[in-house]
């Protein structure tokens, strides 16, 4: 996909965003910090979500996520001369998600303020990632994901509510197959806090 598509993306996810927000009582903002499954590869992550109709245990989330040093891990595994040239990237993305969220039930203040969560998405690339070779020899750029590629991302966190706007959470996301990067997968710390006005239950 061309960037001069790129537009077209954002506005439709921000009118996604505006026809969820405007149903919303409260929106929950949260920041993320992973490890990626590679050795110098990290990233961050910023989103926002809410739930559905009102039911706490059903919530949809748009995030954005950037991780640095990602290697193309299939080629990696299979030719010693690749992994030794050290060809990192840059992947940006835009996640969509739908969550179930599974609140303990129990008498003990502790217990009952954790949360499990299990998300399933799509994610769209925004970045360009590709190989631009010699120009001696003739050869088309390689490209190793284009903009607007879709894939799957799926994530499990478990949450630890401090107050009735803030937690914490710790969890593990899941790219089963990133364009050609083949699988990436990360461990993450993060925080939550919400905003507006809170829904009694």
């Known amino acids: 996909m061309s960037s001069n598509k790129l537009p077209y993306i954002a506005q439709v996810l921000c009118v996604f965003i505006v026809m ?3 149903k919303s009582h409260a929106l929950e903002s949260s920041v993320q910090l992973h490890k990626v ?3 110098k590869s990290y990233g961050y992550s910023l989103s926002i979500g809410d739930e559905f109709f009102n039911q706490k245990a059903f919530n949809w989330q748009v995030s954005y996520n950037r991780l640095e040093n990602v290697a193309i891990s299939d080629l990696d595994e299979i030719s010693k001369e690749w992994d030794k ?5 840059t992947i940006q993305t835009v996640d969509l998600s739908l969550g179930y969220r599974y609140y303990p039930q129990s008498y003990d203040k502790f217990i009952s303020s954790l949360m499990l969560e299990f998300q399933l998405g799509a994610s769209i690339n925004l970045s360009e990632n590709k190989l631009i070779p010699n120009p001696d020899l ?3 750029d390689i490209y190793f994901a284009e903009q607007g ?6 994530s499990i966190s478990l949450q ?3 107050t009735k706007n803030s937690a914490m959470h710790i969890g593990f996301k899941h790219y089963p197959s990133y364009s050609d990067f083949g699988s990436i997968s990360t461990v993450f710390i993060g925080f939550n806090y919400r905003f507006g006005r809170q829904v009694g239950y």
Do not use: C, T, Y
């Open 20 to 22: 969820l927000a405007s």
């Open 37 to 39: 499954d590679q050795d």
């Open 85 to 89: 040239a050290g060809f990192d990237f």
């Open 138 to 140: 003739n050869v088309d």
């Open 149 to 154: 590629d879709i894939n799957p991302v799926m």
């Open 160 to 162: 630890k509510s401090f």
